[in-house]
Structure formats: structure tokens, C-alpha cells
């Protein structure tokens, strides 16, 4: 188990190191991740490179016994870079530049930035990739993170190549695909395109689209180059960066395979009332980027941060259980930003590990206990294919379905976080992964607001349901194809037959929202939803309302199960089960409410025979299986007894009832039963 934080002894002089040592130690800290932002310090101009600093630092480090996760240090260029090559800046859409005397001040598509990261990543490597402190590497820092999208002229010449190459050089091509014949859009040539730059008007949605892929992969080849020179240098260690959960700019998805372990950065908000439901999505999404790979918690807080409104500080005993929700849904590393809490600059408010109070602190008691029992830990099983039941989350869909000038407007993240929500409450492990991935592996598949449908994606949710599994999805689903375009013949084009049903409207509610603006590292969290449009419907006896929509669809051989009471949809079906092949299609034709949401699913969950981790979870307890690492995490304020028969992973005693005060935490060995399938054939074998 790792655990440690980032580090960045070039804030401090060189007295304040061996005390870092010394601490550390104390703390149970066993990694660092060093140097994230020493780009100045390391080249303070074009022709002066100092690494004398960082060999102190790091042979410091290494006699102490704690390995080095070294910085490329890119993330931020210095203020020479900016003034001497200003093309080197990003824009905005309006053409303003973003000027430097912040962080991540730099265009990545910029041919100038790339060459100058570039050489320092070469220096780098050279100089430390045989060092035996260095045990991984960490490029760049959260890429994209304050800067989603780059406008500047670099990313518009990058922005052409980018589509030539994938439309082959075919102007044609690219008409079709952005359907440019609506509002005199036809291209001549690449060269008449420009990014998405202000315009009087909507811009051309499958313009959007690709533009947000064109983002995603500029971001990503950025971390490839540099991952390619370290390569050259012969660096042997694993080579990854930090992501940040549900992070909308960049398709992690796409990048995964390009990681040799995954790390995530995650800030869940004390003030969230929903922030263990949205923590344990984001650690689901992240261990299915990598199935069967541990993956790292590479940054959380200790306490506060400093970039909300309001930063409160965490709970007694919140940072084991946070830590904990980690390990058990696929962690093998704690780390914190950052080592030692900064004196000066934007983030001198944020929590570390050391605190500037120092040790004598609530903070560092709770970061020594937590390094006291991760240490003692027992050998943890790696993840394996545990989960039964998946969550559809696309990033493609998440973009198109963002898009302006639909009939309603979706938080593809927050509608996604309801629908977990259902399956976390009840103690389900879920995997979150692309329709493409749905595999009979699973007996339940949740694909909420799937809007942007690919043809693969909808053939593999085809054949799990005439494989036998259980689908629901709902609505706004079906709608477009890969290229934000309408396919003909209607909507539900591609599950219409596995649902049977036919789509005729979509109904939209007044004043609907979905509220919100999602999570990730550094995002708010989301608000409850409150709409002005709601819809009735009655399921089992119980009245429930929907939201967003109430869409008309006609029954094609599905079966009713439960109506709309009022609305221009009255007694149009508002949820159908239809038997397919050996399995079930569901649809739900609004976004229920809350109660009426938990209704739904708990109806699914009942037809696909999925059962709990532990039957009977109390509220506020979490439950998840890690092979045969069963986790019970106590996040409410009151003791809760769970039923579990299994060993205490950390004293070895056999239990069948646990009692868990506030916050507590248990890892108990029991082996799943014979209805958890498992499916070997996923796991990749480049495990850390
Ligand atoms: C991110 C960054 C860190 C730091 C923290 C503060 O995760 O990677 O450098 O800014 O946020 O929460």
C-alpha cells in the first residue's frame, strides 16, 4: 500500500529537508511525488538547467527510505517561457489570451510548448531514469484542468491536421459528417475551418463534438510525447498522470491504455450531502478504466481546501473513511496534495499532511493513524471482475448531450449520479463503463440518458440482452449517431426492437433541470435537482413523479408497467419491460424523482436477480467487495450492525455481526459466493 503526497521541497529551503525526512517517516509515508511544479527552479532560463537541488533532494529521500514518483514538471511553464514565446499561450474563445502568473498557462497543441516541455522531460529522464529512488513516473499534472478548452491559432492549425487525419483528407467527408448544408456551413477546403471560436449564434453541434474530441486528444498527446521520451531515455517504471474522476474535457477513457496505472485525484466536499454516493462513483469509474488493475488515489485532502466558496473541514474519522472507500472499490496507494502545507501562494489555506500549525494537530494525528493502518494491512486481493451490475457512462454522450439547442437540458453527470445512487444505496457493486463494454459478464446494465448511441454500443447492449441480462435505460436515449446527426427512420432506432417500442415525441417539461455542475477534482457538487415541470405516474400502488421528460412511446410488444397520470403524455407508458431473447429490456420515459427513481430500479433489480454484497445494509453504511475483501464503511453518525460472515482481515478473528461506531471501518475476508461470476479474461496483466 503506498501512501504519501505530493512534495515540493523547492517551496522551502534546504534546513526544512531532513526535518521532511524525519516526519515522514514518522507519518508512514513510503512515495512522494516530487517536484510537480519545479519547472522554474529546474531551468530558471532557456540556457540554465539546476539539478543540483533536486539530486540533494532526492538521495535525501532515498536514504530515508522513501521512493520518488518524479515529476516531469511541465505543468507549469515559467515566466520565461510565456514572455519570450508568447504563441506558447492559450486563448479563449473570444481570442483573449490566458496570460501567465497562474498555472497551466500553456496551449497544448502549441508546437513551441511541446518542443520546450519536451527538452525538459529529455533532461529529466536522462539525468534520473536509473536512479533506484524513482519507482514511477508522474507527467504533467491534471491536464485540462483549468483550462478545458484552447481556441489560440496553435490549436487551430492543430485543430486541421487533427481533421484531415480522421477524415482522410476528404472535405466531402466532413461536410456529411457535420451536415454543413444546414446554414450555408459547406467547407471548400480544411483551411476555411476555425475552432469554435465566439459566433453570433449556436455553433454547428457535430462541429462541437469533434472539436471536444480534437480537446481531448490534445491533451492526451501531450502526456504521449512525454511518455515517449521518457521511454527513449529508458525509463523502466510505470509512467502515468493524475485524473480527476468524471472529468468532462478529457475521454480517460481513450487514455487508459496509455497508462500503466491509473491515478486519480479526488476531493469529495464535506458540505455534499451526496458526496459518499459521488465518491464512490468516481472510484468505480476509475477502477473500470483499468479492470483488474489496482489503481492509485493520487491526491485527496487531509482537511480543508481552499478553492470552494466555504471550505470546512473534514468529519473525526473521515479521512479513514474516505481513504478506505478508496481501497475498497480498487485502490492500492493513499496520497495526499500535499507533504507539507505551503507558506505562500494560491494554496497556502489547503490541508496537507504536515500542517503549518505542524504536528501538534488533530490533522497530523489522523494522518499517523491512517498511516499506522494502512501499514498493517494484510496483502489486499486485486480487483477482480466483482461487479454484476454496470452503469452506461459515455463521453462522447456526455458532450453531445450538453450541446445546446435540445429540447431539454440534461447534467449527464448528475442525471448519471441519480442512477448510481439507486445501486450504491442498496449495496451493489457497479462497474462504469462504455455501452461497448457491456458484456454478459453482468446480469444488470443501467444506461441512463445514453443520447449519442454508436452502432458497436448499441450491438453490445443488444446481444446482453438476448444473452440474458436486464437493461434499463431511459430517456433521451437512442437519439443520435457518432456524429450528433439523427439517424433515419426516427429515434430508438437501434434499441427500438430490444425495448419493443416506437418513439414518437420527447415531451419535454417546462422548466426542467437537472441542477447541478457535476464533481471531479476540483468541481461543486451537485445540487439537488429542483424543476419547475414534473409529471405523475403510478408504480406498484405508489404515485411518483418525473422530471425533464415525459415522452410518448408506443408499446411494440412491451409491456406496461406503469403510466403517466397527467401531462400532455396521460396514460402513454411512463415505464415497460420487454422480454428479449433470453433477457429483459426496461424503459422509464421521464427521469423519476427521487423515490420514484428508487422505485424503478429496485423493480430492475428484483427481474435481473442481482443480489447485495451484504443483505439488509443499514443506512449510511457502505458496502464493496474487492475479491474477497468485503469493505463495511460507517459514513453516518450512528453505530450500525451489519450481518456478515466472514475474517477480520486485520485481527484474523472470525465475525458474523459486526458493530460499527461513526466513520468506522472494517475489511473482512469472505469469500464470494458461487453467484458472482468472475471473468479472468479481463484482467490486464500490466498490474503495478
Ligand atoms: C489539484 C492539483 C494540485 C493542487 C490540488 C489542490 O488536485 O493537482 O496541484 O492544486 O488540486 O486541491
Redesign the pocket.
Known amino acids: 500500500m503506498l501512501y504519501g503526497a505530493?512534495y515540493n521541497p523547492d517551496q522551502w529551503p534546504e534546513e526544512v529537508w531532513d526535518e521532511d525526512v524525519r516526519l515522514m517517516q514518522e507519518a508512514g509515508v513510503n512515495i512522494v511525488s516530487l517536484g510537480?511544479?519545479a519547472w522554474s527552479r529546474i531551468q530558471p532560463a532557456e540556457d540554465v538547467w539546476d539539478f543540483a537541488w533536486l539530486d540533494t533532494v532526492i538521495e535525501k529521500l532515498h536514504a530515508g527510505g522513501i521512493a520518488v514518483n518524479l515529476a516531469t514538471a511541465t505543468a507549469s511553464p515559467p515566466p520565461w517561457v510565456s514572455a519570450r514565446y508568447p504563441e506558447t499561450l492559450p486563448t479563449d474563445e473570444n481570442g483573449a489570451s490566458y496570460w501567465p502568473g497562474s498555472r497551466q498557462h500553456f496551449a497544448p497543441s502549441s508546437p513551441v510548448y511541446r518542443r520546450l516541455a519536451g527538452e525538459l522531460v529529455r533532461r529529466i529522464a536522462e539525468r534520473y531514469a536509473r536512479h533506484p529512488a524513482v519507482v514511477m513516473w508522474h507527467v504533467g499534472?491534471?491536464f485540462g484542468?483549468h483550462l478545458p478548452m484552447d481556441f489560440s491559432d496553435a490549436a487551430r492549425d492543430a485543430y486541421r491536421v487533427w481533421l484531415r487525419r480522421k477524415y482522410d483528407d476528404d472535405i466531402a467527408a466532413l461536410n456529411d459528417a457535420w451536415g454543413t448544408s444546414f446554414w450555408s456551413q459547406r467547407y471548400g477546403s480544411f483551411e476555411e475551418v476555425f475552432p469554435p471560436r465566439l459566433a453570433p449564434y449556436s455553433h454547428n453541434p457535430s462541429s462541437m463534438l469533434d472539436y471536444r474530441r480534437f480537446t481531448s486528444d490534445m491533451l492526451l498527446e501531450c502526456y504521449l510525447l512525454e511518455r515517449e521520451i521518457l521511454l527513449e531515455a529508458g525509463a523502466t517504471q510505470p509512467i502515468t498522470t493524475?485524473f480527476m474522476g468524471p472529468f468532462k474535457p478529457a475521454d480517460y477513457r481513450r487514455w487508459a491504455p496509455f497508462m500503466d496505472v491509473i491515478a486519480d485525484?479526488c476531493?469529495p466536499d464535506p458540505a455534499n450531502p451526496h458526496r459518499v454516493r459521488d465518491a464512490a462513483f468516481q472510484r468505480d469509474l476509475i477502477r473500470s478504466l483499468k479492470p483488474g488493475v489496482p489503481w492509485l488515489l493520487w491526491?485527496q485532502?487531509t482537511d480543508a481546501?481552499?478553492?470552494r466558496p466555504s471550505n470546512p473541514g473534514k468529519r473525526p474519522g473521515a479521512l479513514m473513511a474516505e481513504s478506505a472507500q478508496s481501497i475498497a472499490r480498487g485502490a492500492d496507494g493513499i496520497m495526499f496534495?500535499?507533504w507539507r502545507q505551503s507558506r505562500a501562494g494560491s494554496?497556502k489555506f489547503?490541508s496537507a499532511m504536515l500542517p503549518h500549525a505542524g504536528t501538534g494537530t488533530r490533522v497530523w494525528n489522523a494522518v499517523t493513524e491512517l498511516g499506522a493502518r494502512l501499514a498493517a494491512l494484510p496483502e489486499l486481493p486485486a480487483p477482480g471482475r466483482d461487479a454484476r451490475v454496470a452503469l452506461v457512462f459515455d463521453w462522447e454522450s456526455w458532450w453531445a448531450v450538453e450541446e445546446r439547442d435540445h429540447p431539454t437540458r440534461v447534467d449527464y453527470l448528475a442525471l448519471s449520479l441519480e442512477w448510481y445512487g439507486a445501486l450504491h444505496a442498496r449495496g451493489l457493486l457497479v462497474d462504469i463503463v462504455a455501452p461497448e463494454d457491456v458484456d454478459d459478464g453482468y446480469d444488470l446494465v443501467l444506461a441512463p440518458a445514453l443520447y449519442l448511441l454508436r452502432d458497436a454500443g448499441a450491438a453490445a447492449l443488444t446481444r446482453f440482452v438476448a444473452a440474458g441480462g436486464t437493461l434499463l435505460t431511459g430517456p433521451f436515449s437512442d437519439i443520435v449517431d457518432e456524429h450528433d446527426q439523427f439517424r433515419d427512420g426516427g429515434f430508438l432506432t437501434q434499441l427500438g426492437p430490444v425495448l419493443g417500442l416506437r418513439f414518437e415525441d420527447f415531451g419535454a417539461l417546462a422548466g426542467a433541470t437537472t441542477g447541478g455542475t457535476g464533481v471531479g477534482?476540483?468541481g461543486a457538487h451537485i445540487a439537488d435537482s429542483a424543476s419547475a415541470g414534473a409529471v405523475a405516474f403510478t408504480l406498484e400502488g405508489s404515485s411518483f413523479s418525473g422530471r425533464l421528460v415525459a415522452e410518448t412511446v408506443h408499446p411494440m410488444g412491451a409491456e406496461v408497467v406503469a403510466a403517466f397520470a397527467d401531462g400532455l403524455a396521460v396514460g402513454r407508458p411512463a415505464l415497460t419491460r420487454h422480454p428479449y431473447g433470453e433477457g429483459e429490456a426496461w424503459y422509464v420515459a421521464t427521469q423519476p424523482v427521487a423515490d420514484g427513481l428508487d422505485a424503478v430500479v429496485a423493480a430492475v433489480i428484483e427481474a435481473s436477480g442481482v443480489r447485495p454484497v451484504v443483505d439488509d445494509l443499514p443506512a449510511d453504511v457502505e458496502v464493496a467487495r474487492r475479491g474477497d475483501l468485503v469493505t463495511l464503511i460507517n459514513h453516518g453518525d450512528v453505530d450500525a450492525e451489519v450481518s456478515i460472515e466472514g475474517t477480520d482481515a486485520e485481527s484474523g478473528r472470525a465475525v458474523d455481526r459486526l458493530s460499527l461506531a461513526s466513520q468506522e471501518v472494517r475489511f473482512i475476508l469472505a469469500p464470494a459466493g458461487p453467484a458472482s461470476r468472475r471473468v479472468s479474461a479481463r484482467v490486464d496483466a500490466s498490474a503495478l
Open positions: 505530493d510537480i511544479f499534472n491534471e484542468c493524475n485525484d476531493y491526491e485532502a481546501v481552499n478553492w496534495f500535499q494554496e489547503h477534482a476540483q
